[in-house]
């Protein structure tokens, strides 16, 4: 293996994925990583997932230190706003955008940091704030074997495993857009954190109008505010058979690396202590 550069360890800069580089991601790798004995060595994988502002240091920075006591890397990815179409923010979070998939940018990136640090990651946890909690719980959707748990943070859209209604409301063509069926029961296993801001109230980004490219039937369904979203998704998961924590922060409004992050950090701390249900 290369000798890696300064900027490839702790804290790392911004490094553009070797398979499509205009994608990145910052990563921290954590103090007990030997790069003589990498091909023994076995982490944990923490991913922080952006939102609209992607605010990349600022998830991987959020989870350092406890990656640094639970001896784990942590992936931050960035998907840049106007990668296919100019000024658009929010294709990532519906994994799919004018024929580019987002959830596998992001394995991609997963293995890109196993081959370069010559390690094996063995249980993966994601949390994902706003738009990232739109992104993280649809991932989910197709990546639950992969996963170990996830934290889905305060997303302003919701989608329900519906297979009456389409993507992105429902699931009823997932299999046909995706490649794959929902793994139900690899969903049924993974530790779950579901966590919004109490004071989480503002409605000015999430309600979709009718003359909104996202608008199709059943866009406001799932409630007015993040807090009902939420609630929804949780009692349809509940309904499918997925436990789930539902957590609402006192006194928070919609803040994620300032105002739910230590929240998240507890819940990984007791979710990489479990084993996968």
């Given at each position: 293996?290369?000798?890696?550069?300064?900027?490839?360890?702790?804290?790392?800069?911004?490094?553009?994925?070797?398979?499509?580089?205009?994608?990145?991601?910052?990563?921290?790798?954590?103090?007990?990583?030997?790069?003589?004995?990498?091909e023994t060595q076995r982490f944990d994988l923490i991913i922080g997932q952006h939102g609209s502002a992607r605010l990349v240091r600022e998830y991987r920075n959020g989870f350092a230190d406890l990656a640094e006591r639970r001896n784990a890397?942590?992936?931050?990815?960035?998907?840049?706003?106007?990668?296919v179409e100019v000024g658009d923010a929010d294709g990532f979070k519906r994994l799919e955008f004018r024929g580019l998939r987002y959830d596998l940018l992001l394995w991609a990136m997963v293995e890109e940091l196993e081959t370069r640090y010559g390690v094996a990651f063995e249980r993966i946890v994601i949390h994902g704030f706003s738009?990232?909690?739109?992104?993280?719980?649809?991932?989910?959707?197709?990546?639950?074997?992969?996963?170990?748990?996830?934290?889905?943070?305060?997303?302003?859209?919701?989608?329900?495993?519906?297979?009456d209604r389409d993507w992105w409301v429902g699931t009823r063509d997932v299999e046909r857009r995706f490649g794959r069926p929902i793994d139900r029961e690899a969903l049924r296993h993974l530790h779950v954190q579901?966590?919004?801001g109490a004071d989480d109230t503002d409605t000015d980004e999430i309600t979709v109008?009718?003359?909104?490219?996202?608008?199709?039937?059943?866009a406001n369904d799932a409630?007015?505010?993040?807090?009902?979203?939420?609630?929804?998704?949780s009692d349809n998961w509940k309904r499918n058979g997925i436990d789930n924590e539902l957590e609402l922060a006192a006194g928070v409004g919609h803040k994620g690396t300032t105002g739910i992050m230590d929240a998240v950090n507890r819940f990984f701390d007791r979710a990489l202590d479990a084993k996968r249900n």
């Open positions: 293996m290369r000798k890696l550069g300064r900027y490839e360890l702790g804290k790392t800069g911004i490094i553009a994925l070797q398979a499509d580089p205009r994608v990145s991601y910052a990563a921290y790798i954590p103090s007990r990583y030997d790069v003589a004995k990498s890397f942590v992936l931050s990815p960035l998907f840049p706003i106007g990668l738009g990232g909690g739109q992104f993280v719980h649809r991932f989910a959707y197709l990546h639950a074997h992969r996963l170990h748990a996830i934290s889905v943070g305060a997303p302003g859209k919701v989608t329900l495993l519906d297979d579901l966590i919004v109008e009718p003359d909104s490219p996202l608008w199709m039937d059943g409630g007015v505010t993040r807090i009902d979203r939420l609630r929804t998704l």
